[in-house]
Each structure stands twice: as C-alpha cells, then as structure tokens.
C-alpha cells in the first residue's frame, strides 16, 4: 500500500504471506479449506477515486479466506479487470465488486442454477401450450410454486449469510427489490396464460400483444435477476458455504 493511503475499513492480518507463499507452504492439509472464506476487507471509493496501480498492491496482500469489497459510485474501469473478482451490484448509481483469490469451481447451490433455468424453460412451455389450448393449470401452480420456495430461500438463508460475511445489506436489498417485482406480476401468469389460448375472445395479434407485454414486465425481470444472482452472490455463498472435505452445500 502506499505511503499515506489506507483501507476504509482495515482489519489487520497477523503472519500474511503473499498468495505465492500460500499456496506453497499453507499448512493446511486438504487444499479446500484455502477456498472458504472468512473476512472481508472494505475498500470504501464512493468518495475518492482509487487507482488501478494500488489495486494491484492490495490484491497482493490478500489471503485465500479474504475478500476486498470495492465500492464504486462510477463503473469499473478497464484496469480493474484484474485478479479474480465477482460483481455484486452493477450500477447505476453504485457499483460493487469483491476481489478474492481464484479457486477451483466448488460445486454448492447447482440445484438452485438448475431451477433458474427450469423456469425460463416452463415460460416457453407454458405459452406453447397455450397456444395450442392445452390444460396449463398444474404445470403453471408447480412453477409459482418452484419460485416461491426458491424466492424465500434466498431470502431466509443466502441473503443473511451474505449480509453476515459483507457487513452490509446493499447486495441483498438490491435483490430483495427484484422479488418484490417478480411477485408482483407472477400472480397474473394464469390469466395471461388463459388469454393465449384459442378458447379466448383476442385477435391473433392481440394475443402476441399480451405475451408481449408480460415477457416485458417479468419474463425479462427474471432473466435480469438470474443473471445478477449468478454472476457474484451465488459464487460468493458457495465459496463462504464450502467447508473441508464437504465438497457440496446442503441445499434445505
Ligand atoms: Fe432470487
Ligand atoms: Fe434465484
């Protein structure tokens, strides 16, 4: 670091090697454990700009249980594409990444990947179905059902976990607002659904309006918020999550 600049929040590491060092002599057995992590740093740049070049020294000094929070009101630069990092919010008035050291792929939460792209599948299928005035009820409760229990999943047992470890509810309540928005219009999939079928009193093209409009207002919400979930929260909890000699997280 360089003379006279400090982390916003510093918590000090007795005994740090750097990551060379690590990886050649950890002292831990199994090389897993070096993959959970255990602190965050906070590198607050909501108020001063930061520069690449002490980026660079500070991922030096990280550990394999640490992360580095970086928050931004402007997006990343270009130079910041280095080391191993996870995006967490991506504007537009705040930007967050945390940097951490690079790991295997640890398998965790693939179920809940699995049921994120389950679901786009029923969308398509669903319309389909529809369409040709096939009965769509069961499959249209198992899918409000599915994301249900997936919503509150998250809301109950990754969302705390992530506010625990980041010391701060930002990421989350990002997420949180995005369920609300997919709450709010799921409820109307039955109808939409029933106004596809042929049995309805809509035009053709009034019928490729609806699914239009409801694509619009939540099929892309969903995508959208998928798409947020995977590229950094999902990766953070499993590597929070993974645990020596475990080798996979106990979804509840
Ligand atoms: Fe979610
Ligand atoms: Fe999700």
């Known amino acids: 670091m360089r003379p006279g600049r400090r982390w916003a929040v510093l918590i000090p590491i007795k005994g740090r090697r750097n990551p060379a060092q690590q990886q050649q002599g950890s002292g831990h057995p199994d090389p897993e454990a070096k993959h959970v992590l255990t602190r965050c740093r906070h590198w607050d740049l909501r108020h001063e700009t930061g520069d690449s070049a002490e980026l660079s020294e500070n991922l030096l000094t990280i550990s394999h249980e640490e992360a580095l929070l970086v928050s931004r009101k402007t997006s990343f630069p270009e130079s910041w594409n280095q080391g ?45 179905d529809a369409l040709q005035g096939l009965e769509t009820n069961p499959k249209t409760q198992a899918l409000l059902h599915s994301m249900e229990a997936h919503m509150q999943w998250e809301e109950t047992v990754l969302f705390p976990r992530l506010d625990q470890f980041l ?82 997280i106990q979804v509840q």
Not at 211 to 236: A, T
């Open 84 to 128: 191993s990092h996870l995006c967490l919010i991506d504007g537009p008035s705040l930007f967050m990444r945390v940097y951490l050291t690079p790991a295997t792929a640890l398998p965790g939460i693939e179920d809940r990947r699995q049921e994120h792209a389950e679901w786009l599948k029923q969308f398509a299928l669903l319309k389909n």
């Open 167 to 248: 010391g701060t509810s930002r990421v989350t309540r990002e997420l949180g607002y995005e369920h609300q928005g997919i709450r709010r219009w799921l409820p109307q999939l039955p109808d939409v659904l029933d106004e596809l079928k042929p049995s309805s009193s809509l035009t053709v093209d009034a019928r490729r309006k609806v699914w239009e409009k409801f694509s619009l207002d939540l099929i892309h919400l969903i995508e959208h918020h998928i798409e947020h979930e995977e590229r950094g929260p999902y990766p953070l909890y499993e590597r929070l999550e993974a645990k020596e000699g475990k080798g996979r």
